[in-house]
Each structure stands twice: as C-alpha cells, then as structure tokens.
C-alpha cells in the first residue's frame, strides 16, 4: 500500500484515479479546489480543499506522502482561448515541492501532442489541432520539460481523445516514438495506467501514448 496524492481529483481523470487507486488498496489524499464535492467515502481516503498554485497547499498537501499523481484539466472550453500557464505554473510549484520533500515519483497526465508527441500528429489534424489546443499544449509542453528536468523518478501518461467510456484495460501503451499515433482512450482506462504505475518501474522515465 502507497500513500499517494491526487492532484485534480474531484472530476474527470483525477476522480477516476481516486475511486481506482482506492479500489487497489492504496491510501489516498485527494487535493483539489472543490474537494468537498467529490463524493467518496471510503476510510482509506482524505479529501484536501487546496489549490494546486498555492506552494503552501501543495507542501502541506505532500506530508507522509509516497507517490504523487497529477491530473490537471482545463475546467471549459473558454479557457482553450485564452492563455493558459495553469499546468507549467502549477509542475513548477510541485516539482519543487517534492524535491525539497525528498519524494522521487510522480505520475503526471498531459496528453498526445505535448512536447516531442506533437511530430506525430497528422498533417491533416495539425492545423485543426494548433487552433483549438495550441495554447494548451505549448503550456503543457513547458510542464514536461520542468518534469523532465527534474531529479524526479517520473513518468508522463500522453492519452489521445478522451472519451467517458467504461474501464476495458485494452487499451495499448505506445512507449516508442515511432509507434505514437493518436487514438482514442476512456478517462476510466488512462487512471487504470496512473494507478499501475503507482507499484510499476516499467515506465520510469518514459513518455508513453495510450490509446485503443
């Protein structure tokens, strides 16, 4: 059993994660802005009203803790207009954090077309995706490389398009730059992976792509 933070946990991947992460037997801290609503009970779980750009919430947040996830999302479609600095903002307040914490992994969603993943959308998609996602993902790409830059044992989780599907675990994990294509991926099944990697080395270090 891992004592494990979930940052971004009240809705979406975050929320899956918690219930999954749960479910393993694992005691988790969920931290988000609206924790109260989230809706679990479970013994092994204390939900933390906190903001994931307040140091003093994340340092708080991160006592007696063993392995981070972190689940950030853009909360409207407004927001994809306008400049986005929430997830590097946010990684470099973590990454931080849990260097000077001493705590080595973290587990961290931002999804296919960040950072080197973007060579590997289609010509056809670019365009459609660089106006609609290209603020998110320039940010997102920023997040990687505090990640990668850091002295974490890290891994970054890139899905495809996310849909509210069930939890299939059929789902591939594309590990090798020259397999990485986009896809789509049930939010249930990429926490399937982050709560995996929670007792898995295999993805140390690695920027793998989920998807059908």
């Not at 924790?35 to 013994?43: K, V």
């Not at 994809?80 to 307040?93: E, N, Y």
């Not at 020259?178 to 993805?203: H, K, P, T, Y």
Request: glycine letters at 8%; aromatic letters at 4%.
């Amino acid at each position: 059993m891992a004592h494990v933070l979930i940052i971004g946990a009240s809705k979406g991947i975050g929320l899956e994660t918690t219930k999954q992460a749960l479910e393993g037997g694992h005691q988790v801290r969920a931290l988000a802005r609206s924790a109260a609503g989230i809706g679990l009970s479970d013994p092994h779980l204390e939900n933390i009203q906190g903001d994931a750009l307040d140091r003093r919430d994340i340092e708080a947040a991160l006592d007696g803790i063993d392995v981070v996830i972190q689940t950030l999302g853009i909360s409207s479609l407004g927001d994809l207009l306008r400049p986005v600095h929430l997830f590097s903002d946010a990684t470099r307040i973590l990454v931080s954090a849990m260097e000077g914490k001493a705590i080595k992994r973290l587990i961290c969603v931002t999804g296919f077309g960040a950072g080197d993943s973007r060579a590997s959308i289609s010509c056809l998609q670019r365009l459609p995706f660089q106006m609609v996602f290209g603020r998110t993902y320039a940010d997102k790409s920023e997040q990687e490389r505090l990640i990668r830059d850091s002295s974490l044992e890290w891994t970054i989780a890139r899905p495809g398009v996310l849909t509210n599907g069930k939890r299939t675990r059929r789902y591939k994990i594309l590990r090798e730059a020259s397999e990485w294509r986009n896809g789509i991926i049930s939010r249930s099944d990429v926490a399937d992976f982050l709560v995996r990697q929670i007792d898995d080395q295999a993805c140390i270090h690695r920027t793998p792509v989920l998807v059908y």
